[in-house]
Structures are given as structure tokens and as C-alpha cells.
């Protein structure tokens, strides 16, 4: 899975690394992004997010299912499609 939140959409940007002699070099901001386990009481199941510590707050604020709403409207967001157990075969 890529660094970008599923929540806010932050992903990580580019910018300069500047040293005494002010040379620039290039460098990479990445986003200060947390795997948590949020409870969605409408849907009763839990759901593992790869969140920003701003989305964190925003989930705080609206709430989980409203955030997953509007997340999915934006396409942060997509479910894991559930998989399939595997069969060990035994060939002989």
C-alpha cells in the first residue's frame, strides 16, 4: 500500500535540502501517516485505515462513518475485497 492517507488524501511532497553553503539538493516531505483500527458502530465491523495524524483529528471531529463516506466520494478510499481461504492440493 502507497503513503498516502485514506482519509485527507496527504501524500508526500517534494521540496529542497538546503545545507550551510546553500546548495540545494532534492528531498522528500513524507506525511506522518499511523495504521489504526477505527469501530464502525453503523456497519459493526472494524476497519484498519492508513491515517495522517490530521485525519485522526477529522475522524475525532465528524466521526469514522461520515469520514469513510466522504472518503469514498473523493476515492481515498476503497475496501479490501475479502480473500479467499487457500486449498493446499497434495499431488501425488
Known amino acids: ?10 501524500k508526500a511532497m ?3 535540502r538546503v545545507s550551510h553553503s546553500n546548495a540545494k ?3 522528500k ?3 506522518n501517516l499511523q495504521q489504526k483500527k477505527f469501530y ?3 456497519e459493526k465491523r472494524w476497519v484498519t485505515l492508513k491515517v495522517s495524524t490530521s485525519g485522526i483529528k477529522i475522524i475525532n471531529v465528524k466521526g469514522i462513518y461520515a469520514c469513510l463516506k466522504e472518503a469514498k466520494e473523493k476515492g481515498f478510499y476503497t475496501e479490501k ?4 481461504p487457500a486449498i493446499a492440493t497434495v499431488k501425488a
Open 1 to 10: 500500500m502507497s503513503r498516502v492517507c485514506q482519509i485527507t488524501g496527504k
Open 14 to 16: 517534494v521540496g529542497n
Open 25 to 27: 539538493t532534492k528531498r
Open 29 to 31: 516531505f513524507n506525511t
Open 40 to 42: 464502525v458502530a453503523e
Open 81 to 84: 475485497k475479502a480473500r479467499k
